[in-house]
C-alpha cells in the first residue's frame, strides 16, 4: 500500500488567455481546473499504474471538498485531516499567442496547527507496518516546521515502514538527517543541498548521490528532466538518457517518476526495471495535458525504448 502525503494541496486553475500584459483586463478562453499537489499527483500515478494507494494531508474548506470529490470520481482512496481555512487554489495563466509563456500565482496555504498535524500523525500510524510506503513530496504551508519530513520519516521508520522524499531546500536536508529509504532530487534540488551550482557533470552528480547513499539512504533517484536520470543504490549505478516523447506539459513528470518508483518497491520490481519504469512513466506523464498521468498501456510501449547503463563504481 502506498500512502501519499501532501501537505499543501492546491486546485490548479489554468486559465488560456491571449496577449498576457500586466494592469490589463484579459478575456479568458478556456478555464481548467486540477486537483493539485504532488502526492496527489503521486497517487494519480499509482492508480493509473494499477497499485494500490491512499492520498492523505490536510485539506480545508470548498477547495478541499472539490479535491476530495475530484479524488472519488477518479476512486483514489482518501483520508485528509480537515483543518480550518480555505485549501489554496494556484492559478496558471497560459498566453495562448505565446507558447510556452505561463505566468503563475501560488497561494502560501492556510494554517495549520499542531492539532492538525497530531491528528496526521495518527492517520498516517494506522497504516504503517512492514509493507506500508509513504510517500512525502511537496511544500509545505509556512505554518509547519520545516523538520516535518524528517519527524515523520524517523516515526514512521521505527514501525518497519518505507518511506519515500522528494523536497527541495531545507525540508530535504532536514528529511535526509532522518535517512528516508529513497529520495528523487533533480540536478537543482541535489546541488543546492551541497552548496553547488546546477552546473555539475554527470561524474559529480554520481558522486554526490553516493554520498547520500554513503550517509544511509537507500536509494537515490536523480532526475535531469529531458536528460534522464541517474539511479544509485548500494549495489549498482544506472543511468540513462531518458526518451524522446512529444511533450505538451513536463508538470508533474517528477511526480510520476517518483510515483513508479513507489509502486515498482511495492510490487517487489527489481531495481533496473523499476528504474526504466520510471523513466517510461515520467516521460509518459509529459506527454498528457496538466499532471494528468499517462495510461499504463503507453507506459508499456514506452518501457521497451528504455535504455539503461551500467556505471560500474569508481
Ligand atoms: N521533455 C522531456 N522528455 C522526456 N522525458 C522527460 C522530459 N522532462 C522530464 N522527463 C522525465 O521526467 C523525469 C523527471 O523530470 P524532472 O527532472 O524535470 O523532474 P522534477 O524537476 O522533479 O519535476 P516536477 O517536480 O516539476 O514534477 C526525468 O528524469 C525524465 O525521465
Ligand atoms: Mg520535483
Given at each position: 500500500?502506498?500512502?501519499?502525503v501532501?501537505?499543501?494541496?492546491?486546485?490548479?486553475?489554468t486559465?488560456?488567455?491571449?496577449?498576457?500584459?500586466?494592469?490589463?483586463?484579459?478575456r479568458?478562453?478556456k478555464?481548467?481546473?486540477?486537483?493539485?499537489?504532488?502526492?496527489?499527483?503521486?497517487s494519480?500515478?499509482?492508480?493509473?499504474?494499477?497499485g494500490e494507494?491512499?492520498?492523505?494531508?490536510?485539506?480545508?474548506?470548498?477547495s478541499?471538498?472539490?479535491?476530495?470529490n475530484?479524488?472519488?470520481?477518479?476512486e483514489i482512496?482518501h483520508?485528509?485531516?480537515?483543518?480550518?481555512?480555505?485549501?489554496?487554489?494556484?492559478?496558471k495563466?497560459?498566453?495562448?499567442t505565446?507558447?510556452?509563456?505561463?505566468?503563475?500565482?501560488?497561494?502560501?496555504?492556510?494554517?495549520?496547527?499542531?492539532?492538525?498535524?497530531?491528528?496526521?500523525?495518527?492517520?498516517?500510524e494506522?497504516?504503517?507496518?512492514?509493507?506500508?510506503?509513504?510517500v512525502f513530496?511537496?511544500?509545505v504551508?509556512?505554518?509547519?516546521?520545516?523538520?516535518?519530513?524528517?519527524?515523520?520519516?524517523?516515526?514512521?521508520?521505527?514501525?518497519?515502514?518505507?518511506?519515500?522524499?522528494?523536497?527541495?531546500?531545507e525540508?530535504?536536508?532536514?528529511a535526509?538527517k532522518?535517512?528516508?529509504y529513497?529520495?528523487?532530487?533533480?540536478?537543482?534540488?541535489?546541488?543546492?543541498?551541497?552548496?553547488?551550482?546546477?552546473d555539475?557533470?554527470?561524474?559529480?552528480?554520481?558522486?554526490l548521490?553516493?554520498?547520500?547513499?554513503?550517509?544511509?539512504?537507500?536509494?537515490?533517484?536523480?532526475?535531469?528532466?529531458?536528460?534522464?536520470?541517474?539511479?544509485?543504490n548500494?549495489e549498482?549505478?544506472?543511468?540513462?538518457d531518458?526518451?524522446?516523447?512529444?511533450?505538451?506539459s513536463?508538470?508533474?513528470?517528477?511526480?510520476?517518476?517518483l510515483?513508479?518508483?513507489a509502486?515498482?518497491?511495492?510490487?517487489?520490481i527489481?531495481?533496473?526495471?523499476?528504474?526504466?519504469?520510471?523513466?517510461?512513466?515520467?516521460?509518459?506523464?509529459?506527454?498528457?495535458?496538466g499532471?494528468?498521468?499517462?495510461?499504463?498501456?503507453?507506459?508499456?510501449?514506452?518501457?521497451?525504448?528504455?535504455?539503461?547503463?551500467?556505471?560500474?563504481?569508481?
Open positions: 500500500m502506498i500512502i501519499t501532501t501537505m499543501n494541496p492546491a486546485i490548479d486553475k486559465l488560456d488567455v491571449e496577449n498576457f500584459t500586466g494592469g490589463a483586463i484579459h479568458v478562453t478555464v481548467i481546473q486540477d486537483a493539485g499537489g504532488k502526492g496527489i499527483n503521486v494519480k500515478t499509482v492508480h493509473a499504474l494499477g494507494t491512499i492520498a492523505t494531508g490536510f485539506l480545508g474548506g470548498s478541499g471538498r472539490m479535491i476530495e475530484a479524488l472519488d470520481d477518479m482512496r483520508q485528509f485531516v480537515h483543518i480550518d481555512g480555505e485549501t489554496r487554489t494556484n492559478v495563466v497560459v498566453d495562448v505565446k507558447k510556452g509563456f505561463v505566468t503563475e500565482f501560488n497561494e502560501p496555504g492556510p494554517t495549520v496547527t499542531l492539532r492538525d498535524i497530531d491528528e496526521l500523525s495518527r492517520t498516517l494506522t497504516y504503517a507496518g512492514l509493507s506500508s510506503i509513504y513530496s511537496g511544500s504551508p509556512a505554518s509547519i516546521d520545516k523538520e516535518i519530513y524528517g519527524y515523520f520519516t524517523r516515526k514512521l521508520k521505527k514501525r518497519q515502514a518505507t518511506v519515500l522524499v522528494d523536497a527541495s531546500g525540508l530535504l536536508t532536514e535526509i532522518a535517512r528516508p529513497l529520495i528523487k532530487p533533480n540536478v537543482y534540488e541535489l546541488t543546492r543541498y551541497f552548496g553547488l551550482t546546477e555539475v557533470n554527470e561524474e559529480t552528480l554520481i558522486d548521490g553516493r554520498e547520500l547513499i554513503n550517509k544511509g539512504i537507500h536509494t537515490v533517484a536523480i532526475s535531469r528532466g529531458q536528460k534522464g536520470a541517474l539511479f544509485l548500494h549498482s549505478i544506472y543511468k540513462t531518458g526518451i524522446q516523447v512529444q511533450a505538451h513536463t508538470v508533474g513528470s517528477g511526480d510520476a517518476m510515483a513508479a518508483l509502486y515498482g518497491l511495492d510490487c517487489d527489481p531495481f533496473g526495471e523499476c528504474a526504466k519504469l520510471s523513466i517510461a512513466t515520467s516521460a509518459g506523464a509529459c506527454t498528457t495535458l499532471t494528468k498521468p499517462p495510461a499504463k498501456e503507453l507506459v508499456e510501449e514506452l518501457v521497451k525504448e528504455v535504455r539503461l547503463t551500467m556505471v560500474p563504481f569508481a
